[in-house]
Nanobody, 125 residues
Framework: EVQLVESGGGLVQLGGSLRLSCAAS????????VAWFRQAPGKEREGVSC????????YYGDSVKERFTISRDNAKNTVYLQMNSLKPEDTAVYYC??????????????????WGQGTQVTVSS
């Protein structure tokens, strides 16, 4: 079964840190670009970051640059999102997604075919 399972969400205070994990199974993980998206209530889903399967190149949305770091461990079929200096505006459900298409690095949700169920991140002020 093709599956992505997120974990690591929770409640954190302003300025705190969290590390999200996305565990993959059922497909050739190494060849896939994996991304993190987030969606806050009443807002559109936003691309946060992605990491290429071909060469490990990383991409970030403007709102998280220099605060978030994406990485992958192909031996564990897992992608991580280290989130530092968290702000209340980072509060959202965070989803991981995977695709092997060439446009996946554009961080558009419409380029991704495999999705996880999401994990809630709440940042209190």
């Amino acid at each position: 079964e093709v599956q992505l399972v997120e974990s690591g969400g929770g409640l954190v205070q302003l300025g705190g840190s969290l590390r999200l994990s996305c565990a993959a199974s059922g497909f050739g993980f190494d060849d896939y670009t994996v991304a993190w998206f987030r969606q806050a209530p009443g807002k559109e889903r936003e691309g946060v970051s992605c990491i290429s399967g071909s060469d490990g190149s990383t991409y970030y949305g403007d709102s998280v640059k220099e605060r978030f770091t994406i990485s992958r461990d192909n031996a564990k079929n897992t992608v991580y999102l280290q989130m530092n200096s968290l702000k209340p505006e980072d509060t959202a459900v965070y989803y991981c997604a995977a695709d092997r298409g060439p446009n996946a690095v554009l961080l558009s949700q419409y380029e991704y075919i495999i999705w996880g169920q999401g994990t809630q991140v709440t940042v209190s002020s």
